[in-house]
């Protein structure tokens, strides 16, 4: 119930910003608005206030202001299609921009509230741990190097270089500096940064229990918080990624731990995860995190930085899917969004308006591809009128429409699918 709640919340704010947007586009330019909905489909509720109906329909997956005069010929002032084509293109384009507008706001306040970084973020980035098999392993990647800079790029802390390797996500090449033994060594090569596990290298975890889950194998044999692993059926334990790797195959555990400066040993059997199979015992790292927060003026620059990284990042994936270098199964529809709007709520606010800024630049990236039935498209039409200088066969805008229809129908099913497989596989969203 949450999760339906955390996502009925995400996606109205969403469409409504979207839709005032047209709403007072249309307004200031003078045309007449005469529904103005929230959801499509059966109306649940409406007011008429003024010359607009208002309306919160059944089915949450979008929105729309039907402007008085949308088809051609009528010659009303008050009429949209009455307009010169740069106002009908701004109408178009409101949409998008308050979504933007949203989510500058949205980054804005997270960076004035502040939000809860783990310690380490802000430390210097000293490989604790390398995964096997991943690009920074591939890259000859060690435990113990300093990573310096990336792509010439300087790298202060861990937070730092999660964000510049965030940004060469879809970059072939790689190179890191690092310091190793006292020298400065450069690594490069191809490398995935798309892969699902992400880039290999992890900071230091100490094996300490931070929390145990009520009800799981550890709670059931005693584990506490604080208490420290020191091995894993004999192999000893220096990271808690160690401790993760060694847990999520096993059948059986017997654990060495430090509790109070006494050393315990305890067997117990783990649970399975029914969708992946791997095992699990219910625990938790203990993560010192640190609140972060930043002055008015730093903090609405740097929502403008996140908007045009997220930007760039996803005009990059949708040029990945048109050459086929990305997968189109990495795009997500309802379910993911459900999924993720649900765990974001679990997090606490700040993660809640985080996601909501992310999908808010989404969105707006989204209406704005010159595709039939999304803003964009109506975009390209008035761009033709223009330089045509004479309106588009009315034929030509039935069939444009219908191709839209089809398009949308056929995108909505696909990413529904997409959303159901990797519910049933128990891949992470």
Same mark, same amino acid.
């Given at each position: 119930m949450e999760t339906v709640l955390a996502f009925l919340v995400l996606v109205g704010i969403l469409i409504w910003f979207h839709e005032l947007g047209h709403f007072l586009f249309a307004k200031l330019f003078g045309v007449k608005v005469e529904v103005f909905s929230v959801g499509f489909g059966p109306v649940l509720f409406k007011k008429q206030w003024g010359e607009t109906e208002y309306r919160l329909s059944?089915?949450? =997956?979008? %929105?729309?202001?039907?402007?008085?005069?949308?088809?051609?010929?009528?010659?009303?002032?008050? *009429?949209?299609?009455?307009?010169?084509?740069?106002?009908?293109?701004?109408?178009?384009?409101?949409?998008?921009?308050?979504?933007?507008?949203?989510?500058?706001?949205?980054?804005?306040? !997270?960076?004035?509230?502040? @939000?809860?970084?783990?310690?380490?973020?802000?430390? @210097?980035?000293?490989?604790?741990?390398?995964?096997?098999n991943s690009p920074a392993q591939k890259m000859g990647l060690q435990r113990g190097d300093l990573i310096l800079s990336v792509n010439r790029k300087k790298v202060d802390n861990w937070k730092d270089l999660e964000e510049k390797l965030l940004k060469d996500i879809f970059e072939q090449e790689l190179k890191l500096e690092v310091l190793r033994n006292g020298k400065v060594l450069t690594l490069g090569g191809k490398v995935d940064l798309r892969n699902p596990r992400g880039f290999g290298a992890e900071p230091l975890i100490e094996p300490v229990v931070g929390t145990?889950?009520?009800?799981?194998?550890?709670?059931?044999?005693? =584990?506490?918080?604080?208490?420290?692993?020191?091995?894993?059926? %004999?192999?000893?334990?220096?990271?808690?990624?160690?401790?993760?790797?060694?847990?999520?195959?096993?059948?059986?555990?017997?654990? @060495?731990? $430090?509790?109070?400066?006494? !050393?315990? $040993?305890?067997?117990?059997?783990?649970?399975?995860?029914?969708?992946?199979?791997?095992?699990?015992?219910?625990? &938790?790292?203990?993560?010192?995190?640190? @609140?972060?927060?930043?002055?008015?003026? $730093? &903090?609405?620059?740097?929502?403008?930085?996140?908007?045009?990284?997220?930007?760039? =990042?996803?005009l990059k994936a949708l040029w990945g899917m048109i050459t086929g270098s990305l997968?189109?199964?990495?795009? #997500?529809?309802?379910?993911?969004?459900?999924?993720?709007? #649900?765990?974001?709520?679990?997090?606490?606010?700040?993660?809640?308006? %985080?996601?909501? *800024?992310?999908?808010?630049?989404?969105?707006?990236?989204?209406?704005? =591809?010159?595709?039939?039935?999304?803003?964009?498209?109506?975009i390209l039409l008035f761009l033709i009128e223009s330089i045509r200088r004479k309106p588009l066969p009315l034929k030509f805008k039935e069939a444009w429409q219908e191709l839209g229809f089809a398009l949308i129908v056929a995108l909505s099913l696909f990413v529904i699918l997409n959303d159901l497989l990797r519910l049933i596989s128990g891949k992470k969203f």
């Open positions: 059944a089915v949450p =997956l979008g %929105g729309f202001v039907k402007l008085y005069g949308e088809e051609d010929g009528i010659s009303d002032p008050r *009429a949209f299609s009455s307009k010169p084509n740069w106002q009908k293109i701004l109408i178009a384009f409101a949409g998008s921009f308050f979504n933007f507008i949203l989510a500058v706001l949205i980054f804005w306040l !997270i960076g004035m509230l502040g @939000k809860e970084v783990p310690k380490y973020a802000l430390e @210097k980035p000293v490989v604790g741990y390398v995964q096997e145990v889950l009520e009800n799981s194998p550890a709670k059931q044999v005693g =584990l506490q918080e604080g208490d420290r692993i020191l091995s894993i059926n %004999g192999v000893e334990i220096k990271s808690w990624q160690e401790a993760v790797k060694l847990i999520r195959s096993a059948e059986k555990i017997d654990l @060495k731990i $430090e509790r109070q400066g006494q !050393i315990r $040993e305890i067997t117990l059997v783990p649970m399975k995860d029914p969708r992946t199979g791997i095992s699990m015992i219910g625990i &938790a790292p203990k993560v010192e995190t640190i @609140k972060v927060k930043q002055g008015p003026f $730093e &903090a609405f620059k740097g929502s403008f930085e996140r908007i045009a990284t997220l930007t760039a =990042l996803t997968s189109p199964t990495n795009l #997500g529809g309802p379910i993911a969004i459900a999924q993720m709007a #649900g765990q974001s709520a679990q997090q606490g606010l700040i993660p809640y308006l %985080g996601l909501m *800024a992310f999908i808010s630049v989404q969105l707006a990236i989204f209406n704005l =591809l010159p595709l039939p039935m999304l803003d964009g498209g109506l």
